[in-house]
Every structure is written in C-alpha cells, then in structure tokens.
T-cell receptor, first 107, second 111 residues
Framework: KNEVEQSPQNLTAQEGEFITINCSYS?????LHWLQQHPGGGIVSLFM???GKKKHGRLIATINIQEKHSSLHITASHPRDSAVYIC?????????FGTGTRLQVFP | DGGITQSPKYLFRKEGQNVTLSCEQN?????MYWYRQDPGQGLRLIYY???????QKGDIAEGYSVSREKKESFPLTVTSAQKNPTAFYLC??????????FGSGTRLTVV
C-alpha cells in the first residue's frame, strides 16, 4: 500500500463543474501539500496543510487529521485548471508523493 | 523574483556518458532536493541536502551523484552507472516555513 494515495487517477469535467480530488495518507505524515503540474512539467505549490481548511481563489483544500484524509476542491472549473494535481505528505523533512490526478476540463 | 532555475530544459546524451543537471535557487533556502519522475509514478527522491557541504541519499540514489558547495547550487550528475536514466528530473528547495518551491524540470533522454 502506498503511503500517499490519490483518487481518482483521471478526471474529466465540463467547464463550471465542482471538482474534488481525494488523498489518503499513512501514519507519521505531519503535513500535506497540494501541488499542480502543468503539461510543461513545472510544479507549483498550491497549499500546505496540517489542519483545517485553506482557500485561494477557486481552490479549497481541507484535511481531516483523524481520518488521515485530505481533499482538494475546485469550484467553477475552467479549462485552464487542466493539469495534474499531486498530493504529497511530509515526513521528517521529506515529501512522499502520490501518483497524481490528471484533470481535464472541457469548455 | 526569487525562484529555482533548472537548466537545460531538454538534454540528450549518448548511453555511457555522464551528464550534469544544474539547479540554482535565490530563495536563501537551506534544503534542496532532486526528484525523478517517470510516467505513471509519483516523484521519487534521489538526493537531498539540508545544509551546505552535506547531503544524503534518497530512495533511488544509485547511479547518481550530487554536490552542495554553495547554498544556492545543488547540481545532479547522472552517471553511466544509472541503468535507466531517461526521465524527467525536478529540483526543489524548502525553507524554515516548510513550504516547497520547485523548478521547471529537465527532461533527459539517453539515446
């Protein structure tokens, strides 16, 4: 079992839809990062969470420490949101990455 | 603006040749990391350095080497001992706030 697991692997949506990507992680992970990777390959850090909820524009990230689960939500999705979204757990100064969720939003 | 610069973006090398990938940051971050990404897999840690003149092996260090002579720079050498070097390589750094900054990556193809 991977230490950080994401679902779904692939996601397609129509513009305007509400999107949720899920991430489950194992014991010992102290914080969760959500990252966005565009087709060119560069990665942008979206959120870092150790508790509660964070919001930035149309993106919302939540974490439930007891259940070891985090979600990334995108409201009013847009084609420019198309990317790979990666969750990564921090353990002892290192990140453990999920395999990513490929999101395609169609107009 | 502060950030991480990786160069080159694309690199082609013949089998058996060593190649060095550059990673420079101007964020004053102490920690730097090298990751490898293969299709369908999560990023895997090759080497990391938490302070100048010190570095540790990650999960897949075999066939790679690094140096950390300056805080700003953490070059990665892919040696001829690496059996399957064709991949996408990402450099990252982190500071005291534990936030991470990633470079734009180098795509290495060995022919």
């Amino acid at each position: 079992k991977n230490e950080v697991e994401q679902s779904p692997q692939n996601l397609t949506a129509q513009e305007g839809e509400f999107i949720t990507i899920n991430c489950s992680y194992s014991v010992g992970i102290s914080a969760l990062h959500w990252l966005q990777q565009h087709p060119g390959g560069g990665i942008v850090s979206l959120f870092m969470l150790s508790s509660g909820k964070k919001k930035h524009g149309r993106l919302i990230a939540t974490i439930n420490i007891q259940e070891k689960h985090s979600s990334l939500h995108i409201t009013a999705s847009h084609p420019r949101d198309s990317a790979v979204y990666i969750c990564a757990g921090r353990r002892g100064g290192k990140l453990i990455f999920g395999t990513g969720t490929r999101l395609q939003v169609f107009p | 603006d502060g950030g991480i610069t990786q160069s080159p973006k694309y690199l082609f090398r013949k089998e058996g040749q060593n190649v060095t990938l550059s990673c420079e940051q101007n964020l004053n971050h102490d920690a730097m990391y090298w990751y490898r990404q293969d299709p369908g897999q999560g990023l895997r840690l090759i080497y990391y350095s938490q302070i100048v003149n010190d570095f540790q092996k990650g999960d897949i260090a075999e066939g790679y080497s690094v140096s950390r002579e300056k805080k700003e720079s953490f070059p990665l050498t892919v040696t001829s001992a690496q059996k399957n070097p064709t991949a996408f390589y990402l450099c990252a750094s982190s500071g005291t706030d534990y936030g991470y900054t990633f470079g734009s990556g180098t795509r290495l193809t060995v022919v």
